[in-house]
């Protein structure tokens, strides 16, 4: 059964960096696109990265050059690296497998950046 | 990047109804489309691929339709589990982007 389990959400202030993990269960994370997608308070969804099988990686302009996306083999967990944290940074995030539309969601961790 | 509009943002239906929501694409996403449903405080669930392929698992009552720039979901007869909020998404391009989502309330 496929799984995804997003953690490492909370409170941070603006500025500050979050490490946001997603572990991935019944299938193998370097063999597929991986996303995250975020979702503010009262909001829709906004893709915000991908990594692909190859290791490349594409950002949302929003969160280029403050987010990086990695994944780690061994552990079958991806990764999201948020920096220089803002305010409208602040929401839901899923991770989310991605063959091309996105099959397999996780229960999202919620990320508020605020002081 | 392509900008995803859905109609209406709330449609107000009886339970045993039938339901279309609409997707438009500002340029052609061919069949790359994908419909989901998602209920409050849960993740998105994936209900149709390309544009009229149901996911698995996914009930006959939802079907979906289109190509290019336009496209339709439409639920037979709506059932109580139904009542949502469905955003249609482009996957033919990067960026990805969503719908800002189509409210199905009961009426």
């Known amino acids: 059964e496929v799984q995804l389990v997003e953690s490492g959400g909370g409170l941070i202030q603006p500025g500050g960096s979050l490490r946001l993990s997603c572990a991935a269960s019944?299938?193998?994370?370097?063999?597929?696109?991986m996303s995250w997608v975020r979702q503010a308070p009262g909001e829709g969804l906004v893709w915000v990265s991908v990594?692909?099988?190859?290791?490349?990686?594409f950002y949302a302009d929003s969160v280029k050059g403050r987010f990086t996306i990695s994944r780690d083999n061994s552990k079958n967990t991806l990764y999201l690296q948020m920096n220089s944290l803002r305010a409208e940074d602040t929401a839901v995030y899923y991770c989310?497998?991605?063959?091309?539309?996105?099959?397999?969601w996780g229960q999202g961790t919620l990320v508020t950046v605020s002081s | 990047e392509i900008v995803m509009k859905q109609s209406p943002a709330t449609l107000s239906v009886s339970p045993g109804e039938r339901a279309t929501l609409s997707c438009r694409a500002s340029?052609?996403?061919?069949?790359?489309l994908a419909w989901y449903q998602q209920k409050r405080g849960q993740a998105p669930r994936l209900l149709i691929y390309?544009?009229?392929t149901r996911a698995t698992g996914i009930p006959a009552r939802f079907s979906g339709s289109g190509s290019g720039t336009e496209f339709t979901l439409t639920i037979s007869s709506l059932q109580s589990e139904d009542f949502a909020v469905y955003y249609c998404?482009?996957?033919?391009?990067?960026?990805?982007?969503f719908g800002q989502g189509t409210k199905v309330e009961i009426k």
């Open positions: 989310a497998k991605t063959p091309g539309p996105f099959d397999y």
């Open positions: 019944g299938f193998t994370v370097n063999s597929n696109h």
């Open positions: 990594i692909f099988t190859s290791g490349g990686t």
């Open positions: 340029q052609s996403v061919s069949n790359n």
């Open positions: 390309g544009a009229s």
């Open positions: 998404q482009q996957y033919n391009h990067w960026p990805m982007t």
